[in-house]
């Protein structure tokens, strides 16, 4: 037995033209090697197959041809069209067939279509190349702030739509592997070419995933810097103080105080901020906002010993 054309593309023998195109759109799209890196073979073997069933099967005269004599008398060349001049006249000579590229084929029906961003990249072709894509899936992703100042690799299980061969929409849930890299800011988008849900007569959609930043107990971000606000006694305010702050990445950062700090007084720490992402080797800055803590309340000796102290200063 032969090749059965119609059950590799799905359709019944007495399909329409347009049911072959429908059918063959959503098999090529779903087999192309470029769209299968993991079984590349089997895909591309399956695309040769739904390649070569549309070029038959969309073609009148290979049709007939195929109808009467299966694949077999389509390829022996010893059997002309139905009605054509070398059968009314009993000649010899038959249909000769040539197998045409699948590339080709995907070519010419897609007009330029590009398997891998989902869009057209050249002229229009045979039979609607110009296919639409699904819509984008977007979820949010939320990062401490941590992650986003080391970098970290995360793993999302997703679930999506697809559709099977007879075009049943159906659930599939997957595993995706996100690199989160140093210094990305909140709305950043990775996106996954055509991991998103299917429809039918579209392109796969893309799952974007947007990074959401997580409030942090000490730090605050600023763009590229980081302000932290740190409580200082008046006592440390007027006579100085050492501090050690802990950054995002657990070193310890040793600080010193030995001016007078004032109320809104903002001390910064240079390249000590959130790594730059498009510039590697680089921070913003560490800003430093100090709140000065007052006592609740003085004795009447201590009040005489700051009147003491404090009225031999000027403004």
């Known amino acids: 037995m032969g090749v059965e054309y119609y059950n590799i593309l799905k359709v019944s023998r007495n399909a329409t033209e347009e049911d072959v195109k429908k059918s063959y759109k959503r098999l090529a799209m779903k087999w192309h090697p470029d769209k299968n890196a993991v079984n590349t073979k089997e895909a591309e073997a399956k695309f040769k197959q739904i390649s070569e069933a549309y070029d038959v099967l969309s073609d009148p005269q290979k049709r007939q041809i195929y109808d009467l004599y299966g694949e077999e008398g389509l390829k022996s060349g010893y059997y002309p ?6 059968r009314e006249n009993g000649g010899g000579r038959g249909f000769k067939f040539s197998p045409r590229d699948a590339e080709d084929i995907f070519e010419e029906f897609f007009g330029g279509f590009d ?5 057209t990249t050249g002229g229009g072709g045979g039979g609607g190349g110009r ?23 995360r793993k999302m299980k997703i679930s999506r739509v697809v559709l099977d061969d007879s075009g049943k929409p159906g659930t599939v ?35 974007i995933f947007v990074v959401d930043e997580k409030p942090h107990p000490v730090f605050k971000r600023d763009g590229n810097d980081l302000i932290l606000h740190q409580r200082i006694s008046l006592l440390g305010a007027l006579t100085g103080k050492n501090l050690t702050i802990t950054t995002l990445d ?12 004032k109320p809104g ?13 498009k510039e590697p080797g680089k921070n913003g800055n560490l800003r430093i906002k100090f709140d000065i803590k007052f006592p609740s309340r003085l004795t009447a000796e201590q009040k005489s010993d700051l009147r003491r102290v404090l009225g031999r200063t000027t403004e």
């Open 265 to 277: 007084h903002e001390m910064v720490i240079e390249n000590e901020g959130m790594p730059i992402s």
């Open 250 to 261: 657990g070193r310890e950062l040793p600080l010193t105080i030995s001016n007078i700090v």
């Open 81 to 86: 069209p139905p009605g054509s001049m070398e």
């Open 131 to 153: 296919l639409k894509k699904a819509a984008a899936m977007e979820t949010k992703l939320p990062c401490s702030l941590e992650e986003l100042y080391k970098g970290s690799k």
């Open 173 to 207: 849930e997957e595993v995706l592997a996100i690199q989160i890299k140093p210094g990305w800011k909140k709305g950043t988008k990775i996106t996954f070419p055509e991991k998103g849900n299917h429809e039918p007569g579209a392109a796969p959609g893309d799952l």
């Open 115 to 119: 398997i891998n961003k989902g869009k």
